[in-house]
């Protein structure tokens, strides 16, 4: 008795190495929220903008740009990991004249995936 439930134990070491793996193979890093929110409206200029990942991120490779309404980058081009929270992007802003904004990020997740996106805010 004790031989098959070792048997069967060891067959189904194969399937949970599999399903383990193909996770692995997926866990790409995608944002879960951003300050300021996606396409919101604030009347205040951020000093920041900050976006959270649903997984950590590889510092040397992710980058965050904020452009302005002309098309130009306005950020102050410090974007960076945080050191505590390995899944938050960050990059400082001077103060910002009303319009709208894009924010472009592009990272890489610990697994080594690339994600890139953009979203709006605007400033009344």
Request: aromatic share 12%; net charge neutral; glycine share 4%.
């Amino acid at each position: 008795m004790t031989f098959l439930l070792r048997r069967d134990r060891m067959l189904l070491l194969p399937f949970f190495l599999a399903v383990f793996w193909t996770s692995l193979l997926w866990a790409h890093a995608f944002p879960m929220r951003s300050e300021p929110r996606v396409g919101s409206e604030v009347k205040e200029p951020p000093s920041q903008v900050k976006i959270w990942f649903d997984g950590d991120l590889e510092p040397a490779f992710s980058s965050l740009k904020v452009i302005g309404p002309d098309g130009k980058e306005v950020d102050a081009h410090d974007a960076k990991v945080d050191e505590k929270e390995h899944n938050v992007l960050s990059v400082s802003v001077p103060k910002l004249p009303p319009g709208k904004y894009r924010v472009k990020w592009e990272v890489v997740a610990m697994d080594t995936h690339r994600t890139e996106g953009d979203f709006t805010f605007t400033i009344k």
